[in-house]
């Protein structure tokens, strides 16, 4: 099992700019895919976007899509969200995770991914 840690999460009026970033604590961290996902209060948990670790293909949800920018630092074990143009919409615990699991597709779905963060508090607000 990894452990993840996430970080980077706060404030920001609408229009603003989050980078969040998600640490792998592994001798060696080789997962398939690294996905975002984001849970607001009374709703289920979300896709945003995932990574394959080692193409760098990506994929946004279309709520986010040219907004959002996933990237990873693989000699860091680091996975990052860079958050452009931020909505009130966006507010909501954001989660990372990795899926462990060699596929031919990625997964969009919690039930894919084998560990995760904590989760890190986004909010935006004027």
């Known amino acids: 099992q990894v452990q993840l840690v996430e970080s980077g999460g706060g404030w920001v009026q609408p229009g603003g700019a989050l980078r969040l970033s998600c640490a792998a604590s592994?001798?060696?961290?080789?997962?398939?895919?690294m996905g975002w996902f984001r849970q607001a209060p009374g709703k289920e948990r979300e896709w945003v976007a995932v990574?394959?670790?080692?193409?760098?293909?990506?994929y946004y949800a279309a709520s986010v899509k040219d907004r959002f920018t996933i990237s990873r630092d693989n000699a860091k074990n680091t996975m990052y969200l860079q958050m452009d143009s931020l909505k009130p919409e966006d507010t909501a615990v954001y989660y990372c995770?990795?899926?462990?699991?060699?596929?031919?597709?990625?997964?969009?779905?919690?039930?894919?991914?084998?560990?995760w963060g904590q989760g890190t508090q986004v909010t935006v607000s004027s």
């Open positions: 995770a990795a899926d462990q699991t060699e596929r031919l597709r990625v997964g969009t779905l919690p039930n894919y991914y084998d560990d």
């Open positions: 592994a001798r060696t961290f080789r997962p398939f895919a």
């Open positions: 990574i394959r670790w080692s193409g760098g293909s990506s």
